[in-house]
Structure formats: structure tokens, C-alpha cells
């Protein structure tokens, strides 16, 4: 079986809905991607992402999902869904992501899929500029920070869409992300240790950022 591959789009969020947490937002288009890439939105193949339509953050499959995706379908062109997040009662950092997006803090969405048709697409001179995929099964879409940035975070923090405990919670969260997909060779300990003297550092830095701002 073929692995999964990512792609990343990002959306613009509008007409949000309070009371269900959700919006429509775009999973896929069939624009040209940075590798050369295009997804054919007739290729989609659902019904398995049906049976258990969740949303991860960051592709993260050791952790509850943040979401679930409802009305999921080709509109125009693009693979579209309506995220609906869980409350702060349910999952606090689920709502952390939910403000982040209705802020504009957060503006991209991430597909996990299985390749089951391509070709592969050439220039004028043969050159190979990328693959057109014409069949391809949808495994899960994630919520990604990838048009996020410490001073993105630090805004949403200085507006109040965020407080204190949020703003650390979730640079532990991206951090822990990035050890756990950059480096295997931490053990336990050592990575009980590394989160401990990050999140000392992220009580200063929050004390900084008020200060700065206040």
C-alpha cells in the first residue's frame, strides 16, 4: 500500500459560526502546489474519511482530534468541509485552535491522502515538473500551524483571543510536534526534562510579551 502524502492550502475563514464552531473552509484545490503537484477534485475518493471524518492537528494521530468534518464535497473546483470543533469543556486546546482560526491567527488546512492514480506531468522539454494525481483516497484532514509564526501567536495573545495559559499551552504542543517528528533519540526522561525548561521559559516569556504590550 502506497503511503500517505501531504498537502497544505490555506483558507480564508469567514461567516463563522458561534454556535456550531464551525465554517466552511477548503481542503484541497486544484491549483498547482510548491512541489508542481496538481489533485484532480473528481478524484476524490471519500467513503472511507466518511466512516470517521476527524480533523487532527498537525497530523498527529497519538492525540484526540480537534475536530469533525461535516458536509464534506466538491465545490467549484475544490474539496470543501465545515469543521466543527470541540468546546472548551470537551477539548481546551480544540478551542484554543477554534479561536486561533476565527482570529485569522491560523489559515491553513492539511490533507493526508493515498495516491491510487497519477501522472506524471512533463515540461516542453521533457523535464518532469510534478505529478497530476487523477485518483486519490482521503485518509484525514489536519488543522496546521504552518501560517503561523511566534509573533502571530504573540498578536493573538496581545488581542485577548488567547490568554496566558493558551499561548503556552499551545507553543508546548507545536514544540512537542517538532520533537517528536525531528528527533527519535530523546528518551522519555530527557523529553520530560526538555518540556519542563520550555514551559519555564514560556511563563517568562509571557510575563515579557504583557509587559511589553501593557
Known amino acids: 500500500m502506497a503511503e500517505a502524502i501531504y498537502k497544505t492550502f490555506t483558507v480564508e475563514v469567514n461567516d463563522v459560526n458561534e454556535a456550531l464552531r464551525s465554517f466552511w473552509a477548503v481542503a484541497s484545490t486544484d491549483d498547482v502546489d510548491r512541489d508542481g503537484d496538481v489533485l484532480s477534485p473528481d478524484g476524490w475518493e471519500l467513503d472511507s474519511y466518511h466512516k470517521n471524518p476527524v480533523v487532527l492537528f498537525a497530523h498527529r494521530y497519538n492525540e484526540p482530534p480537534i475536530a469533525k468534518a461535516n458536509n464534506i464535497k466538491i465545490m467549484d473546483g475544490k474539496l470543501m468541509f465545515k469543521p466543527q470543533f470541540a468546546t472548551e469543556e470537551e477539548y481546551p486546546f480544540a478551542d484554543t485552535i477554534f479561536k486561533l482560526y476565527k482570529g485569522g491567527y491560523l489559515r491553513s488546512f492539511s490533507v493526508g491522502f493515498i495516491p491510487k492514480e497519477w501522472e506524471d506531468k512533463c515540461t516542453a522539454d521533457g523535464m518532469r515538473s510534478g505529478k497530476y494525481f487523477t485518483k486519490q483516497e482521503l485518509v484525514e484532514i ?13 498578536e493573538a495573545y496581545k488581542s485577548g483571543v488567547i ?10 504542543q ?22 519542563k525548561r520550555l514551559e519555564s521559559v514560556l511563563k517568562k516569556m509571557s510575563v515579557f510579551v504583557e509587559k511589553l504590550w501593557s
Open 174 to 195: 507545536e514544540f512537542k510536534g517538532s520533537v517528536d517528528e525531528e528527533d527519535e533519540t530523546l528518551s522519555d526522561a530527557e523529553e520530560k526534562e526538555l518540556f
Open 163 to 172: 490568554g496566558s495559559e493558551e499561548f503556552k499551552g499551545l507553543s508546548v
Open 142 to 154: 489536519s488543522a496546521v500551524p504552518v501560517a503561523s509564526n511566534p509573533n502571530a501567536l504573540a
